[in-house]
């Protein structure tokens, strides 16, 4: 016989399945083991948080978190015999969860109105697998499912930063070595994120993610990083600037350094200088030439006894200052018209002021010119004040989108990590600022795993690793 459902049960069927979304067929999950191994009894969890939970006909279906193993597990609660509960496991940000479904499922016995799963382990500690879980269950009588929403221990997660870091650690492809995948150049700037996280918070958990980047991706494209975009390859070669100053493996100095010479050699006398943004010689503009300042200014600072990768810093300096791409304003546009060898007008992009602040704090660093902090400064106001990139004092990229898609969700991320670097030099000039923006983007714009979206001043949207990195580099730069 079949039954209507009445208004408020189709509500609640329709939320059932935009929270479940297509499940992947269910498989056996091989036990994982770390401090204590999956299934390990409820009762004997010294620590019990209960995050996120969900309701269905009346029933509670809880998630309970013991933060002292990382271990969790699910209940049911006001429910009837044959009610059942169990739990999903995801290592990839709650995007699937073959092979991590139906753990500990249970049904709820006659003559009770409870049932909890075993304790489940939150991560996989031997193959570096970054986990989150989240409680599912029925009724015994009806079809529909309810799963909360995805949530984890404090393991690796014990603050706003580290929560941010292990958020995006879910997203990091042990297969390929990158984020989502395939990121590019925005999976350098994730790595670098990762990076300065472990110089900021001490937290060396994810310090594998370097060497597994470097051995996976350092035969692909053209070798040693390089690829025909040459800002492509000034975001590595400052990538394994900072994983050199991490670790000290030379390896990763002599790649910055390859990248340093591949983006020299396309630079020519063509409006007077600077290097182009493709190996095609048809653009030259203000990202790959800012990125080469820094590089080069980096790598002198770090070689004994160098002039070359010094006289580079400071002739792309000068180049850049000649065109006017840094303009009325103190903000920077997007290139140069090489028909007029003028600025072109294009848009502020939020990247270019940032990947600039940065090339000009690590310039003076090495020739200890003040005039370059001012100029630093000068735009770091521009950026700040308020209006086109800061309205509410919120930094927002031109044009930004609802949805974390496509490469332009990172440009935040260069730029509040420029803008760190300059507060940092300059003793905390832009302590309110950032704080003003780490505290709106914790309380606006992140999801039950610490994932943040593309708007910082709210609403939560969604996420990918461009997304996350880029709020990561602003929760490091916060004081």
């Given at each position: 016989?079949?039954?209507?459902?009445?208004?408020?049960?189709?509500?609640?069927?329709?939320?059932?399945?935009?929270?479940?979304?297509?499940?992947?067929?269910?498989?056996?999950?091989?036990?994982?083991?770390?401090?204590?191994?999956?299934?390990?009894?409820?009762?004997?969890?010294?620590?019990?948080?209960?995050?996120?939970?969900?309701?269905?006909?009346?029933?509670?279906?809880?998630?309970?978190?013991?933060?002292?193993?990382?271990?969790?597990?699910?209940?049911?609660?006001?429910?009837?015999?044959?009610?059942?509960?169990?739990?999903?496991?995801?290592?990839?940000?709650?995007?699937?969860?073959?092979?991590?479904?139906?753990?500990?499922?249970?049904?709820?016995?006659?003559?009770?109105?409870?049932?909890?799963?075993?304790?489940?382990?939150?991560?996989?500690?031997?193959?570096?697998?970054?986990?989150?879980?989240?409680?599912?269950?029925?009724?015994?009588?009806?079809?529909?499912?309810?799963?909360?929403?995805?949530?984890?221990?404090?393991?690796?997660?014990?603050?706003?930063?580290?929560?941010?870091?292990?958020?995006?650690?879910?997203?990091?492809?042990?297969?390929?070595?990158?984020?989502?995948?395939?990121?590019?150049?925005?999976?350098?700037?994730?790595?670098?994120?990762?990076?300065?996280?472990?110089?900021?918070?001490?937290?060396?958990?994810?310090?594998?993610?370097?060497?597994?980047?470097y051995d996976k991706q350092v035969g692909t494209h053209q070798g040693q990083f390089r690829?025909?975009?040459?800002?492509?390859?000034?975001?590595?070669?400052?990538?394994?600037?900072?994983?050199?100053?991490?670790?000290?493996?030379?390896?990763?100095?002599?790649?910055?350094?390859?990248?340093?010479?591949?983006?020299?050699?396309?630079?020519?006398?063509?409006?007077?200088?600077?290097?182009?943004?493709?190996?095609?010689?048809?653009?030259?503009?203000?990202?790959?030439?800012?990125?080469?300042?820094?590089?080069?200014?980096?790598?002198?600072?770090?070689?004994?006894?160098?002039?070359?990768?010094?006289?580079?810093?400071?002739?792309?300096?000068?180049?850049?200052?000649?065109?006017?791409?840094?303009?009325?304003?103190?903000?920077?546009?997007?290139?140069?018209?090489?028909?007029?060898?003028?600025?072109?007008?294009?848009?502020?992009?939020?990247y270019n002021q940032g990947a600039l602040i940065n090339a000009l704090v690590e310039l003076?660093?090495?020739?200890?010119?003040?005039?370059?902090?001012?100029?630093?400064?000068?735009?770091?106001?521009?950026?700040?004040?308020?209006?086109?990139?800061?309205?509410?004092?919120?930094?927002?990229?031109?044009?930004?989108?609802?949805?974390?898609?496509?490469?332009?969700?990172?440009?935040?991320?260069?730029?509040?990590?420029?803008?760190?670097?300059?507060?940092?030099?300059?003793?905390?000039?832009?302590?309110?600022?950032?704080?003003?923006?780490?505290?709106?983007?914790?309380?606006?714009?992140?999801?039950?795993?610490?994932?943040?979206?593309?708007?910082?001043?709210?609403?939560?949207?969604?996420?990918?690793?461009?997304?996350?990195?880029?709020?990561?580099?602003?929760?490091?730069?916060?004081?």
């Open positions: 016989m079949r039954t209507r459902l009445s208004a408020a049960a189709l509500a609640i069927a329709m939320t059932v399945i935009s929270q479940v979304g297509a499940a992947p067929a269910v498989q056996a999950a091989a036990a994982i083991c770390n401090r204590y191994c999956d299934g390990r009894d409820a009762g004997l969890a010294p620590a019990d948080r209960v995050p996120v939970s969900a309701g269905l006909y009346g029933r509670t279906f809880r998630m309970h978190v013991n933060d002292t193993d990382a271990m969790a597990w699910g209940s049911v609660e006001n429910g009837s015999p044959g009610d059942e509960v169990w739990m999903d496991r995801s290592f990839d940000g709650g995007r699937s969860w073959a092979g991590g479904s139906k753990l500990g499922d249970g049904t709820i016995p006659s003559g009770s109105t409870g049932r909890r799963t075993g304790q489940f382990n939150v991560d996989d500690w031997g193959s570096n697998g970054v986990g989150a879980l989240r409680a599912c269950g029925k009724a015994g009588d009806r079809p529909e499912i309810v799963c909360t929403a995805w949530t984890r221990s404090t393991w690796n997660a014990w603050d706003r930063r580290t929560a941010a870091a292990t958020a995006l650690m879910m997203r990091f492809d042990r297969g390929t070595g990158l984020f989502d995948t395939d990121g590019w150049w925005t999976g350098a700037n994730a790595l670098t994120a990762i990076i300065d996280n472990i110089r900021r918070s001490g937290m060396n958990s994810y310090r594998y993610a370097i060497a597994s980047t690829n025909e975009y040459l800002d492509d390859t000034g975001w590595w070669g400052l990538a394994w600037v900072a994983a050199y100053d991490l670790t000290g493996d030379s390896r990763y100095l002599n790649t910055a350094r390859a990248d340093a010479d591949w983006m020299h050699s396309y630079w020519d006398s063509r409006c007077g200088g600077g290097v182009y943004w493709s190996t095609a010689r048809g653009v030259k503009n203000a990202i790959p030439n800012s990125l080469y300042i820094h590089l080069n200014a980096a790598l002198s600072r770090r070689i004994g006894g160098d002039t070359v990768y010094r006289q580079r810093a400071q002739a792309g300096w000068a180049w850049f200052r000649s065109t006017g791409m840094l303009n009325s304003g103190n903000l920077v546009n997007d290139g140069i018209d090489l028909a007029t060898c003028a600025n072109n007008g294009d848009v502020t992009w939020t003076n660093r090495l020739t200890g010119d003040s005039g370059l902090l001012a100029t630093a400064r000068r735009i770091g106001d521009a950026m700040t004040a308020g209006g086109y990139l800061s309205p509410g004092g919120i930094l927002r990229e031109p044009n930004e989108p609802d949805a974390c898609a496509g490469d332009g969700v990172s440009f935040k991320g260069a730029a509040i990590r420029g803008l760190g670097a300059l507060n940092a030099a300059t003793g905390g000039a832009y302590d309110a600022y950032l704080r003003r923006n780490a505290d709106s983007a914790y309380a606006n714009d992140r999801d039950t795993i610490d994932a943040y979206g593309s708007h910082w001043a709210g609403p939560f949207r969604g996420t990918n690793h461009s997304c996350q990195h880029s709020a990561l580099d602003l929760l490091n730069a916060a004081p």
